[in-house]
């Protein structure tokens, strides 16, 4: 099954027409077509594997591999690397890839030192941990699992993290 997706996904790279590639690989989707794409795919990885993607149990997996045999037979560390594999190969396919430190507005309105940013982003990711842990997931296991689930706690922690998002990006930028 993963092969064919795989399949489908080389053969329109490879041989769609100028405009579809353009629309397919390298346009940003408009919102009301990439969420359910991602819903649906979702959906279909449940369906397909019987499993639930989230990246926070897939962290866990990761620092935990070094402690635990089983966590080193995850498929979710191969989901991770997929993940920022995918993310570096889309990038240089779209002959975007440029990595840099400068984070723009964040620079701006809080620090552009690269060690206090790290200092920042270290305790931010350790927050963010301790959250996903305490709430059972993270924004992607429930703001897209869950919700694709219709479960209603999902919904209820999509809805305080937008909250919180929307709040913390109004008080830093605004």
């Not at 629309?23 to 649906?40: K, N, S, T, V, Y």
């Not at 995918?86 to 809080?110: E, N, T």
């Not at 931010?124 to 993270?138: E, N, Q, V």
């Amino acid at each position: 099954m993963w092969l064919t997706l795989v399949a489908v996904l080389g053969a329109a790279w490879a041989f769609a027409p100028p405009p579809l590639h353009a629309a397919l690989f390298h346009e940003r989707w408009p919102f009301w077509l990439g969420g359910p794409a991602i819903g649906l795919f979702v959906l279909f990885f449940l369906w397909g594997d019987d499993r639930q993607l989230g990246v926070s149990s897939g962290f866990a997996d990761a620092c935990s591999a070094a402690f635990d045999p089983a966590a080193r037979r995850s498929w979710r560390l191969v989901f991770l690397v997929g993940l920022i594999g995918g993310g570096v190969i889309a990038a240089a396919l779209s002959g975007q890839l440029a990595p840099r430190l400068d984070m723009g507005r964040f620079d701006a309105a809080v620090t552009a030192d690269p060690a206090l940013k790290a200092l920042i982003f270290a305790g931010g990711g350790l927050l963010i941990g301790l959250g996903s842990r305490l709430a059972g997931g993270c924004t992607s296991g429930h703001g897209i699992v869950g919700t694709a689930l219709l479960a209603p706690a999902s919904w209820l922690a999509t809805g305080a993290f937008m909250v919180a998002g929307i709040l913390t990006a109004h008080l830093l930028f605004a």
